[in-house]
Nanobody
Framework: QVQLVESGGGLVQAGGSLRLSCAAS????????MGWYRQAPGKQRELVAA???????NYQDSVKGRFTISRDNAKNTVLLQMNSLNPEDTAVYYC????????????WGQGTQVTVSS
């Protein structure tokens, strides 16, 4: 089985920072892109940031300049450093892993709650 284990969520004051981590384990023969999605109450799940196997990144406009996605291929881990958090960032954050170029997201984490107080 393949598991994506997320950590780092929690409660933080507006303007603060959190660092999310997602470690993939199990029989994954190759990993292409890795990313983070989030879903706020009453809203659709949306892409926050993604990083390709080569290190290219994409960010949702609302988090550009505040969030940084990175990966450690040796550890099959993707990180999301979140700075200057605001209440609009409150959501459940989900790690996602793709196994082929431009393919659909194959694996998902259980989600970790991020709550930003005002």
């Amino acid at each position: 089985q393949v598991q994506l284990v997320e950590s780092g969520g929690g409660l933080v004051q507006a303007g603060g920072s959190l660092r999310l981590s997602c470690a993939a384990s199990g029989k994954i023969f190759s990993i292409d892109a890795m990313g983070w999605y989030r879903q706020a109450p009453g809203k659709q799940r949306e892409l926050v940031a993604a990083i390709s196997s080569g290190g290219s990144t994409n960010y949702q406009d609302s988090v550009k300049g505040r969030f940084t996605i990175s990966r450690d291929n040796a550890k099959n881990t993707v990180l999301l450093q979140m700075n200057s958090l605001n209440p609009e960032d409150t959501a459940v954050y989900y790690c996602a892993v793709g196994i082929s170029t431009r393919g659909p997201w194959r694996y998902w984490g259980q989600g970790t709650q991020v709550t930003v107080s005002s």
